[in-house]
């Protein structure tokens, strides 16, 4: 995976599993700063790119999850 994709994920991930505002607001703006620098880089949109890492950041959830070591039923 692109290294800059991965560090605007985590960027992401963290700001949605903050728990507090103020940690909130300072993970969105650390967020929304890799974003502007990475669109800025690439000539894409923000608000595109942003679609993109929502999108993506589903399947790197997915990705990371472990399957379960139990044998599916048949």
Do not use: C
């Amino acid at each position: 995976m692109n290294p800059q994709l991965e560090a605007l994920l985590k960027a992401y991930d963290a700001f949605l599993q903050a728990r507090r505002d103020e940690d909130a607001v300072e993970l969105f703006a650390l967020y929304e700063s890799r974003l502007q620098d990475l669109a800025a880089g690439s000539n894409i949109e923000k608000e595109a790119l942003h679609r993109a890492v929502k999108i993506q950041y589903l399947r790197w959830l997915r990705a990371g999850s472990h399957p379960s070591t139990l044998p599916p039923r048949a």
